[in-house]
């Protein structure tokens, strides 16, 4: 069993797990302190034990916040970080930096914002392309054989990158984008995680909120919100969008769940080794998507799901293209057999 498995396991933790970055980063004006550590808190609650966060949400801010809302709960939940990118305080911007030196500052700064020893998992948030992966990783591994960390992560690697990384250290879990329209790890690195013993932690899974079906109107998003940036969410291929999501949740209501649970039960349909961590804002949406666990989805449902939104039906990359330069991801090529571009 891998290293992340037999954590989830130890803490009693439901298979879905709670991508804590929606509270300070990327979704607009940041959830003011008191509200975020009250939603953290019933979370914890209600079953929750995988916490997500990164030096980069918030600018650290989240890493602090999640700190005080796990104070005298480490032990009953599974705990996980990034390093390798941040924002430079004096330069205003992001910076990705994997050097070994770098990831052993960062860490032991992420320990004191989240008031504990060690992190179940710490991953490399993205490839440093200007450092070898296998300098990075080996920085990791000797944060393991420290104590400080439980296990290696990589974040939106290839699965190129993930066989070099694992020759030079086990890598306990990859984050990837993960969800019914965003099949990019199906391409090989699921394949790779497989291989490796990997456990393929999938970040958005409801699609960044697409397939819940609850934007209806990208115009009501706040202006500082990430997803304006991002080529499915223009107003053109938003719109085509839309309409692939008609018999999704029709299939939804046919089945008495919402849309956010049909996507996460067939998420959790792709095997054990994948463990969805969906963000949100709202208490009400985390109950909704704890829900999922006890979802099981018949053959029928999950054929007619996986001829839905595939890659040739989406319209829009998932990144721009300043964005796309920061990862290291195998994507589908933007031919007519492949995502759509206006």
Known sequence: MSTVLHRLKEVASPTIGLGCMNMSHGYGTPVPEPAALRALDTAFDMGYRHFDTATLYGATANETLVGKALQG?????????????????????????????????QCEASLERLRTDYLDVYYLHRLDRQVPIEESVGALGRLVEEGKIGGVGLSEVSATTLRRAAIEYPVAAVQSEYSLWTRNPEIALLEACRETGTVLVAF???????????????????????????PRFNAENYSR????????????????????QLALAWLKAQGDDVIPIPGSRSVDHMRENLVAEHVRLDADTLARLNVM??????WGARYSAAQQADIDTEEFAPTAGSTHTP
């Open 73 to 105: 709960k480490r032990d009953r939940v599974l705990l996980a970080s990034k390093c390798g990118m941040a924002i430079d305080p004096q330069l205003g911007k992001k910076v990705i930096d994997g050097r070994p030196e770098t990831l052993r500052q």
């Open 204 to 230: 958005s899974p409801l699609g960044r909120g697409f397939l819940t079906g609850a934007i209806k109107e990208i115009a009501r998003l706040e202006e500082s919100d990430m997803r304006h940036n991002m």
């Open 241 to 260: 969008n839309w309409r692939l999501l008609e018999d999704f949740m029709a299939m939804a209501g046919e089945r008495d769940m919402t849309p956010g």
């Open 309 to 314: 939104m595939t890659p040739d039906q989406v």
